[in-house]
């Protein structure tokens, strides 16, 4: 059982910055980072291939979070800036041994194959 290792969670006020870090297996293909409240569905934030190529960015994240990939370190980064107090969420990262994939127009959860532990991340 493959468990994905993340970390940079934690608390900060609006307009901050935070940086999730997520190490994965070097078969990973596809990477991508979910969030989820409680009492809602977890939703795909965004996701790109670990060769390169387009990244996929939610709407609501768009111009404010990036999205990279360390081949050397087979990890896989979240820089978010200018977060606001619905940022906060459980931030899980996710990797698949194949295509990233999408499905009217949103992340597919069932096409990762690993996933990490997730990291509180909370705006104020």
């Known amino acids: 059982h493959v468990q994905l290792v993340e970390s940079g969670g934690g608390s900060v006020q609006a307009g901050g910055s935070l940086r999730l870090s997520c190490e994965a297996p070097?078969?990973?293909?596809?990477m991508g980072w979910f969030r989820q409240v409680p009492g809602k569905e977890r939703e795909g934030v965004a996701q790109?291939?670990?060769?390169?190529?387009?990244?996929y960015y939610h709407d609501a994240v768009k111009g404010r979070f990036a999205m990279s990939h360390d081949n050397a370190k087979n990890t896989a980064y979240l820089q978010m800036d200018s977060l606001k107090p619905e940022d906060t969420a459980m931030y899980y990262c996710?990797?698949?041994?194949?295509?990233?994939?999408?499905?009217?127009?949103?992340?597919?959860?069932?096409?990762?194959?690993?996933w990490g532990q997730g990291t509180q991340v909370t705006v104020s």
């Open positions: 996710a990797a698949s041994r194949t295509f990233c994939t999408m499905l009217r127009g949103n992340m597919v959860e069932t096409a990762f194959d690993y």
């Open positions: 070097g078969t990973a293909y596809c």
């Open positions: 790109t291939y670990t060769g390169g190529g387009g990244i």
